[in-house]
């Protein structure tokens, strides 16, 4: 090899080096910790509660309908009901969290969407207690599925605090929907989402049947 | 030309991999356990939720009754860490905490009338757990009397404004028109007891 050629491959090696270090560098600047299953820590058991809510299609629909139901029923159901859901769904979280089983969750998850939705199409007037009792029951199932659900390596208390926080919201979701009971054509519209979650209920409830894939 | 570009990559590479975060001014010197002692708290997600239930149900109740708490407040954080110091009593555990912050949320959610004693009689047994909580993490080297200044003022900053935009939503005796304000109250006093009520099964289940 000439003398040029030698200093050519010298050139050739050196500019890989730099460039591999380049790289390097880069990687090492830009790494970030990785998170590659649960959430880990307050950040992480705030995020998983306040997204487990509204991560479960089953939840969420029923979550909105109750807050619905409790505006089309109007006083004292409109105000009860964001004051003592959470207290109600907690005392289920503390159950799923005791590990205490309760018989065929996801079947009654499924139910309270379907028996929620249509309550809310066929604007059911039932008397504040027995309301209360049908949203109670539901409360605690879905409060037990959160407690069950909880990730292992997240904060317990802010997994808690995400969860009742998200809850809450979506009921406040739900009460601002059903405000548009003032209007004919806003409760007819809220009629028609009643039918839509009723028949995300049935989904559901098939699904966890077995019935449906 | 290119190796020396190799050799300054290959040191920048080293620096990078060694950087730490840079303590320039004032925390780790002179008065930096102060900064401690107030910035404590915002690092236990507990204080956050005890002290803000605590200053939403002193507000919710009204200026004359709450008034009470910007001085007993501290004053139970301060009794706190002497109890700490001089007893060993570190933390109540997790299950009173729980309890504490249902019993905070329950009153709120129920609108209930606190008499000035029993709120100010909480308030003080509230700041007296959590600043012995908070002395539980202090290191040999540091200041306890800066560390119970810093703890001190942030308890009675945190516990006055809390009470003050409470106040300031809730208004004195709110008119029909406004009485949504109250239930939005009650409502955070159900979470708040939700909240705690959770704690207590995570507190029960290890």
Redesign the interface.
């Known amino acids: 090899m000439t003398e040029n050629g030698r200093t050519m491959a010298s050139?050739i090696v050196?500019?890989r080096?730099?460039a591999g270090?380049?790289v390097?560098?880069a990687a090492?600047?830009l790494a970030q910790p990785a998170f590659a299953h649960e959430q880990a820590g307050?950040g992480g058991g705030l995020i998983s509660g306040l997204l487990h809510p509204l991560t479960g299609m089953d939840h969420l629909i029923a979550m909105v309908a109750v807050g619905i139901w409790g505006a089309q029923l109007g006083a004292p159901a409109i105000?009860m009901l964001?004051?003592?859901?959470?207290?109600v769904?907690?005392?289920g979280?503390?159950?799923g969290?005791?590990?205490i089983p309760l018989p065929i969750p996801e079947v009654i998850i499924a139910l309270s969407a379907l028996i929620l939705g249509a309550a809310v199409a066929m604007r059911l007037r039932l008397p504040f207690a027995a309301a209360a009792v049908i949203v109670a029951v539901f409360a605690v199932f879905h409060g037990h599925a959160h407690?069950a659900e909880l990730p292992g390596s997240a904060?317990?208390?802010?997994y808690?605090?995400g969860f009742?926080?998200a809850t809450?919201l979506l009921h406040l979701c739900g009460i601002m929907i059903g405000t548009l009971t003032r209007w004919p054509a806003g409760e007819r519209l809220i009629q028609g989402l009643g039918v839509v979650i009723a028949a995300l209920g049935g989904y559901f409830l098939a699904q966890s049947l077995g019935a449906a894939a | 030309m290119n190796l020396r570009l190799g050799r300054v990559g290959i040191a920048a590479a080293m620096l990078f991999a060694q950087a730490k975060a840079a303590d320039a001014h004032i925390i780790a010197s002179r008065l930096g356990d102060f900064y401690t002692g107030a910035l404590h708290p915002l690092t236990d997600l507990q204080d956050i939720i005890m002290w803000s239930a605590m200053g939403v149900l002193a507000g919710s109740l009204g200026a004359a009754k709450g008034r009470w708490l910007v001085l007993v407040f501290p004053l139970g954080l301060l009794a706190g860490l002497v109890l700490s110091r001089f007893f060993g009593v570190v933390s109540a555990g997790a299950a009173v905490d729980a309890g504490m912050i249902l019993v905070l949320g329950l009153l709120l959610a129920a609108a209930a009338r606190v008499p000035t004693t029993l709120l100010s009689a909480l308030a003080f047994g509230l700041a007296l757990m959590r600043g012995a909580a908070n002395a539980g993490d202090l290191g040999p080297d540091a200041d306890r009397l800066l560390f119970a200044a810093g703890l001190a003022s942030a308890g009675y900053a945190a516990i006055t404004l809390t009470m003050a935009l409470t106040l300031a939503f809730r208004r004195p005796d709110a008119a029909p028109a406004i009485a949504w304000r109250g239930i939005a109250i009650r409502a955070v006093g159900g979470w708040i007891a939700a909240i705690g009520l959770m704690m207590m099964g995570f507190a029960l289940a290890t």
């Open positions: 050139r050196s500019n080096v730099v270090l380049l390097a560098i090492l600047v307050v105000w964001p004051i003592t859901f959470p207290i769904m907690a005392f979280g503390v159950v969290v005791l590990r407690g904060n317990p208390l802010a808690g605090v009742v926080v809450g």
